[in-house]
């Protein structure tokens, strides 16, 4: 069975940082697109950032450019969103995700197959 169980949330001011983490479980994602989604209190969940399966290309919603940067390790099937100059706008919950296709690069949240359960990140400001 596979499993997704993200990381790293919290509470955190404006201008700070975090560290996401999602490790999978169950099988291998060494050839799969791995993705950050995100959802704010009453707003649909939205694209955060996506890595290809080698790493190779990255892409983030223009809110975030620059700010966020997402990694993989596929040795040990995790992936990392960094999350620098945090701002309020920020606050949602965050999740991992996979999408159904091996060896295909996509942004779209209708493509992903796999979620993990979501954790909290809160920006004072």
């Known amino acids: 069975q596979v499993q997704l169980v993200e990381s790293g949330g919290g509470l955190v001011q404006a201008g700070g940082s975090l560290r996401l983490s999602c490790t999978a479980s169950?099988?291998?994602?060494?050839?799969?697109?791995m993705g950050w989604f995100r959802q704010a209190p009453g707003k649909e969940r939205e694209f955060v950032a996506a890595?290809?399966?080698?790493?190779?290309?990255?892409g983030y919603a223009d809110s975030v450019k620059g700010r966020f940067t997402i990694t993989r390790d596929n040795a040990k099937n995790t992936w990392y969103l960094q999350m620098n100059s945090l701002k309020s706008e920020d606050t949602a919950v965050y999740y991992c995700?996979?999408?159904?296709?091996?060896?295909?690069?996509?942004?779209?949240?209708?493509?992903?197959?796999?979620w993990g359960q979501g954790t909290q990140v809160t920006v004072s400001s």
């Open positions: 169950g099988r291998t994602f060494s050839s799969y697109t």
């Open positions: 995700a996979v999408p159904r296709r091996s060896y295909y690069y996509t942004r779209a949240q209708y493509e992903y197959d796999y």
């Open positions: 890595i290809s399966w080698s790493g190779g290309s990255t």
